[in-house]
């Protein structure tokens, strides 16, 4: 097959799903063309099969806002055309979903028939998409794609529930590729990061309120109280900053690491002893199943899709969103007791292989074949 993938480039789940996605397709000897405004992050262009065409749009002084759907369904439109391509994959509702179908249209006048999969990742319909301001255009762009996917059934019930859906929804979850993460590294330096008595609890995202970056800080405030631990927080985003000053408040500044963005997250995980997710809204929680992979549990809020891949007593804990004291008390219960954190580090790595690449990959696959019936 010739699939097109849009996607957002930067740091975030939707990304890296669809990145990882292409990635394995092109190794399945599928053509796979990503067409976004940077390089994805975790895309390495280093095989014949996947291809880039970079979004840009020209500034012009009449526009406050630069007109980035109309440039990049302009782009769809010559690189389908170019390149023969037989689908349109788009990941995050906004505004891909409505860019593809613009793209599908305009095709349509000149006798080329697309169709075009949106996968629905979670703050396109929880958070953001359900503004009135965005509303009518996701539903109308949600019910025009030929194929609708969503990472988790919350996900999906969610989206039947905010917005007037007459599509089909399939959930196919997001997925981890568990035989490239089997690597143990050599050079896993846990002694640059804490001391040989110190557990590393870990945390990995874009740092946006709805992580609850705070709720992280007091928990792990609880955690170091009562054993020697280190915090490493990845990423960056606007509750960095808040977060930095909270922990020289509260004195635990020289044991909390801010590392910023990071292309290494396998080699951090490989040295965390626990994961902190307690997140406001989750569709899925991709940050935990990395997590988990490289055999980390997870504490976590029990909000959205994240039960459906953290196992409360299994891989983990859930909590209800805020309950900081239930949170670091489960934290501790994992900590102290070697015993205890082997069995959850087993339980996380056994439970991350129900999502492997393997059992995923091939429902995208089928689900295009269908699309592509529906054209021929
Ligand atoms: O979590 C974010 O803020 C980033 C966002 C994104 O669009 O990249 O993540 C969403 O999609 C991920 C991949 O499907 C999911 O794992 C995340 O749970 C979801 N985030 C939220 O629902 C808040």
Redesign the pocket.
Known sequence: MNIAIVC?PTF??????ATELGIALAKLNHQVHFVTYKQPVRLELLNPNIHFHEVTVPEYPLFQYQPYELALSSKLVNTIKKYDIELLHVH?AIPHAYAGYMAKKMLAAEGIHIPMLTTL????I??VGNHPFYKPAVTFSINESDIVTS?SQS?KEDTLRLFDIKKNIEVVP?FIDVKIRQTTFSDCKRELMANSDERIVTHI??F?P??RIMDIIDIFYNIQEKIPAKLLMVGDGPERNPAEQKCKKLGIKDKVIFLGNSNEIDKILCFSDLFLLP?E???????ALEAMVNKVPVISSNT??IPEVNIHGVSGYLSNVGNIEEMSTNALKILQDNKILEDFKKGAYKQAMKFDINNIVPTYINLYENALATVS
């Open positions: 957002y975030g789940g939707s990304g890296v799903v995050y990742h979670g703050t396109d929880t958070l990472v996900l997001n995202s874009n946006r709805v992580k997140s809204s989750e569709s899925f929680g991709l940050a959205g899709g």
